[in-house]
């Protein structure tokens, strides 16, 4: 299986998610945005995951390359292509099916709890997951759901935490796919975000706690397994 992974920023990889494809087999092309690599067609992958950055869904002046990657992912989903959008890639992809992108009344930054919403346990990706864990988040913006989307969580800072639409359409505002080096990057390059606010931790907070990381590392496998199998 050919997947392409769509990046926004050098600091935004796969992180974690790299090793569960490897052990999938599959074969993962990344595609570098902010560089300038081309995008695929829809017909050269098999599925596409999206990645987080900075920019918001909007900023198409700073950054010419999204205009390409919002009618890249139309396609995507018009042909019923499996997509994962994780943050910024949620959003991209709650704003491709006509949903409403827009601040969060709260930024969300660090690890905080989120709760399975009922409605979940209707899709084989809400059934994989877990009904509680505590995530990473790094995020000002927030989406409305999509219509006809299915909610999987949410916390007590943001009401929409992810969702499913479709068969193979999984979005989430939050990051499974944190390893202890993919948040001291993002810590390297957005520490200005780490303001006094009732959901921003401090640096300290962000790097600790190995178990979360192992935690979910675990849902981040069972949802990409199921996600793959669909």
């Known amino acids: 299986m050919r997947i392409h992974a769509l990046q926004h920023v050098p600091f935004e990889g796969l992180a974690a998610i790299g090793p569960v494809l490897d052990r999938l087999g ?3 092309v990344s595609v570098r945005l902010f560089a300038g690599d081309r995008l695929p067609s829809a017909d050269e ?16 002046q700073a950054h010419p390359w999204l205009g390409n990657e919002k ?5 995507v989903i018009d042909r019923d292509i499996p997509l994962l959008g994780i943050c910024l890639g949620a959003q991209l992809i709650a704003s491709a099916l006509g949903a409403k992108v827009g601040k969060n009344p709260e930024p969300e930054i660090g690890w905080f709890p989120i709760s399975k919403r009922p409605e979940a346990d209707r899709t084989a ?18 989406f409305d ?5 299915v909610p999987l969580y949410h916390s007590e800072a943001c009401r929409n935490q992810g969702f499913v639409a479709g068969r193979n359409i999984v979005g989430l505002q939050f990051h499974f796919e944190m390893t202890r080096d993919a948040v001291a990057g993002l810590v390297a390059h957005a520490a200005d975000e780490l303001v006094d606010a009732p959901y921003v ?10 178990r979360h990381f192992v935690e979910n590392g675990l849902a981040l496998e069972s ?8």
Do not use: C, Y
Request: charged letters at 20%; proline letters at 5%.
């Open 45 to 60: 992958t098999d599925a596409v995951i999206v990645m987080g950055g900075p920019m918001g869904v909007d900023d198409g």
């Open 223 to 230: 949802l990409v397994t199921t996600w793959l199998s669909k």
């Open 71 to 75: 009618h890249f992912l139309r396609d």
């Open 201 to 210: 931790q401090t640096r300290d907070q962000l790097l600790a706690n190995e």
């Open 145 to 149: 759901l999509p219509d006809d989307a």
């Open 26 to 28: 599959s074969d993962v």
């Open 125 to 142: 990706i809400g059934q994989a997951l877990p009904d509680q864990l505590t995530v990473f988040h790094w995020h000002g913006d927030t």
